[in-house]
């Protein structure tokens, strides 16, 4: 089956500090993987995604490599702000569908 | 880009009346749309899913009798929570696709607090 495993949180990182969320997934064919960012009382908004092997997405200074050896789409980003304080989801859907199967979230506090 | 309208955004409710969330694709057609519930500090868990002009398709433990969905048009989907619970209290965010291999695109969610 299809499923995402997220590394728990929370993460309190200092303003500029380098932030690695790690993902790995499950899937019996060939996913697409996203990252989505949910700001605290609002809903989610798509930060990235990638459809195939070895791909990068990549936004407002976040990356995410899509790894098929490892099963694995870690978030990462060089310096992060207190902006990007909020609630991180993996996910991944299948090609042949259009379900969504999220991780946990993880919550990410940024402090000055 | 595509957006997703999601009303209202914030609903409090007297436990045993029902509550009624609209989801609306404003600039694409929806063919299918997809009903999320959120529980405090957990994942999203997928509800249901509905397609334009047909029943919806519930996930395993979630009462139909309960959440009832109506997809009457590609730019409309509608959640009802009838005779709420304080139980049923939570985020539900829905999410619109225009089809098989298309982007999805998620609404700004409701919280819905039934007292």
């Known amino acids: 089956g299809n499923s995402v495993t997220q590394m728990e949180g929370p993460v309190t990182l200092s303003e500029e500090a380098f932030l690695t969320i790690n993902c790995t997934y499950t899937a019996t064919g060939y996913p697409s993987l996203f990252w989505y960012v949910q700001y605290p009382g609002e809903g989610l908004q798509l930060l990235l995604k990638?459809?195939?092997?070895?791909d990068k997405g990549s936004n407002k200074g976040f990356e995410a490599t899509y790894r098929k050896e490892t099963t694995s789409f870690h978030l990462e980003k060089g310096s992060v702000q207190v902006s990007d304080s909020a609630v991180y989801f993996c996910a991944l859907s299948e090609a042949t569908g259009n379900q969504f199967y999220f991780g946990t979230g993880t919550s990410l506090t940024v402090i000055p | 880009g595509a957006v997703v309208s999601q009303h209202p955004s914030r609903v409090i409710c007297k436990s045993g009346t029902s509550v009624k969330i609209e989801c609306r694709s404003l600039?694409?057609?929806?063919?299918?749309m997809f009903w999320y519930r959120q529980f405090p500090k957990q994942s999203l868990m997928l509800m249901a899913t509905s397609n334009e002009g047909s029943k919806a398709t519930y996930e395993q433990g979630v009462e139909k009798d309960k959440f009832l969905i109506n997809h009457a048009s590609l730019t409309l989907s509608t959640l009802t929570v009838t005779s709420a619970h304080p139980e049923d209290s939570s985020f539900y965010i829905c999410s619109a696709s225009t089809g098989v291999g298309y982007g999805y695109t998620f609404g700004s969610g409701t919280r819905l607090t039934v007292v």
């Open positions: 990638a459809t195939k092997a070895d």
């Open positions: 600039d694409f057609q929806a063919t299918t």
